[in-house]
């Protein structure tokens, strides 16, 4: 009964990713990959739908990409303002990425986001 609970909540997360990074590629130009929308759809979901900051670490692990891909994302999205990053107060090893509250990548592109995770994943 267990491993049906987790499968069936594995393919609503699966769904979720899916429908998102068609939500999400329609505010990213042609020069955004595939895996740097991922990152931006991952730490959006942490930040915002789960209520915490997401680290590099946690971002590697969750999506199975490489840490320079992550690290180079991120550096885009802190350009382009959408994100912010700051040295993790428990462990100043660790960086914490975050959605900037203040874009438009937060406003439009959140409520879209919110709305399909309600829908998907309650």
């Known amino acids: 009964m267990r491993k049906k609970l987790q499968s069936q909540m594995q393919a ?6 899916y429908q998102s990074l068609n939500v ?10 595939l895996n740097q929308m991922r990152v931006a ?4 979901w942490q930040s915002d739908y789960l209520g915490h900051a997401a680290t590099h670490q ?5 999506l199975d990409i490489p840490a320079p891909t992550v690290t180079r994302a ?12 700051e ?3 428990g462990d100043g090893r660790k960086r914490i990425t975050t959605i900037n509250p203040d874009t438009e990548f937060h406003g439009k592109l959140d409520r879209k986001l919110r709305n399909l995770a309600n829908k998907l994943l309650k």
């Not at 609503?12 to 990713?17: I, L, N, R, T």
């Not at 329609?26 to 955004?32: A, L």
Request: charged letters at 20%; one cysteine or more; hydrophobic letters at 35%.
């Open 12 to 17: 609503k997360q699966q769904e979720f990713v």
């Open 24 to 33: 999400i590629s329609q505010y990213h130009t042609g020069d955004t990959t």
């Open 41 to 44: 759809q991952y730490i959006s």
């Open 58 to 62: 946690e971002i590697c692990g969750a």
């Open 74 to 85: 991120i550096a885009k999205f802190i350009t382009l303002g959408w994100m912010t990053e």
């Open 87 to 89: 040295v993790d107060p």
